[in-house]
């Protein structure tokens, strides 16, 4: 049975940070292209960041440059995403994504709130 199960999110004041986890189950997860995406109230799910390999590329969207870094260890099966610098723009549903030619596998997501 494939699982994604997020955690970490929360509420957090603007210029925080938080630490995101997706732990996976169920699919080899190192042949697996993982992904965060997030989706704000009113709007569409959007691509935040992805990485292939440990250590290997990573890709960012313009948002989450220079303050969220995606990682992951293919031992215990673990994504992650380190967000700084949060802004209240950020709030939204951030769900872990994992895809291998055909196969597509969602989280269940984990909310983030950045008030004052």
């Known amino acids: 049975q494939v699982q994604l199960v997020e955690s970490g999110g929360g509420l957090v004041q603007p210029g925080g940070s938080l630490n995101l986890s997706c732990a996976a189950s169920g699919f080899t997860f190192s042949r697996f292209t993982m992904r965060w995406y997030r989706q704000a109230p009113g709007k569409e799910r959007e691509l935040v960041a992805d990485?292939?390999?440990?250590?290997?590329?990573?890709n960012y969207a313009g948002s989450a440059k220079g303050r969220f870094t995606i990682s992951r260890d293919n031992v215990k099966n673990m994504l992650y995403l380190q967000m700084n610098n949060l802004k209240p723009e950020d709030t939204a549903v951030y769900y872990c994504?994992?895809?291998?030619?055909?196969?597509?596998?969602w989280g269940q997501g984990t909310q983030v709130t950045v008030s004052s």
């Open positions: 990485m292939l390999l440990p250590g290997g590329r990573r």
């Open positions: 994504n994992a895809i291998y030619g055909s196969l597509r596998y």
